[in-house]
């Protein structure tokens, strides 16, 4: 199947949780200024959030067959040969979850539990994914993982 990039999100919005390293770390619920490496962060009242600074999170790095968690924001993967990848739903409608091929060693093929608009991702070479969860499944915003 040939590989195409895909982009199917006009807008992103960071829900619920928001950590801004040496900044604001929580649910944001009403107007919130803060400074997180010396740049402004704020926030109105409908928790929309604007940034100039880092949003930090922890990097899952998987090599072989398993399980991609869903409490990085970040997964590299490494294969060493024809690995089957499992992922769980999400667990907060907005969630973000990035997959990243780090190493090939042949071609990981992700099976998540919900996933719209087709049943697997496989990746090779140094594909990616970057996908979204809403209360239907996880949504592609962009990828050239090859889609199935």
Same mark, same amino acid.
């Given at each position: 199947?040939?590989?195409?990039?895909?982009?199917?999100?006009? *807008? &992103?919005?960071?829900?619920?949780?928001?950590? !801004?390293?040496?900044? #604001? @770390?929580?649910?944001? %619920? /009403? $107007?919130?200024?803060?400074?997180?490496?010396?740049?402004?962060?704020?926030?109105?009242?409908?928790?929309?959030?604007?940034?100039?600074?880092?949003?930090?999170?922890?990097?899952? *790095? &998987?090599?072989?067959?398993?399980?991609?968690? !869903?409490?990085?924001? #970040? @997964?590299?993967?490494? %294969? /060493? $040969?024809?690995?089957?990848?499992?992922?769980?739903?999400?667990?907060?409608?907005?969630?973000?979850?990035?997959?990243?091929?780090?190493?090939?060693?042949?071609?990981?093929?992700?099976?998540?539990?919900?996933?719209?608009?087709?049943?697997?991702?496989?990746?090779?070479?140094?594909?990616?994914?970057?996908?979204?969860?809403?209360?239907?499944?996880?949504?592609?915003?962009?990828?050239?993982?090859?889609?199935?």
């Amino acid at each position: 199947m040939a590989k195409k990039a895909r982009t199917v999100l006009d *807008s &992103l919005y960071v829900q619920d949780f928001l950590e !801004v390293a040496n900044g #604001i @770390t929580g649910d944001v %619920t /009403g $107007a919130v200024t803060g400074n997180a490496d010396s740049a402004t962060t704020a926030a109105d009242t409908t928790g929309t959030a604007t940034l100039s600074s880092l949003i930090v999170s922890s990097i899952q *790095s &998987l090599s072989g067959a398993g399980a991609i968690n !869903v409490t990085s924001l #970040i @997964t590299e993967l490494t %294969t /060493g $040969a024809a690995d089957a990848l499992t992922m769980i739903d999400g667990t907060t409608v907005g969630q973000i979850k990035i997959i990243k091929m780090v190493h090939d060693g042949g071609d990981g093929t992700l099976t998540p539990t919900t996933l719209l608009d087709g049943a697997t991702l496989t990746f090779d070479d140094t594909d990616y994914a970057i996908l979204y969860w809403t209360a239907s499944g996880w949504a592609i915003i962009s990828a050239n993982a090859a889609l199935a």
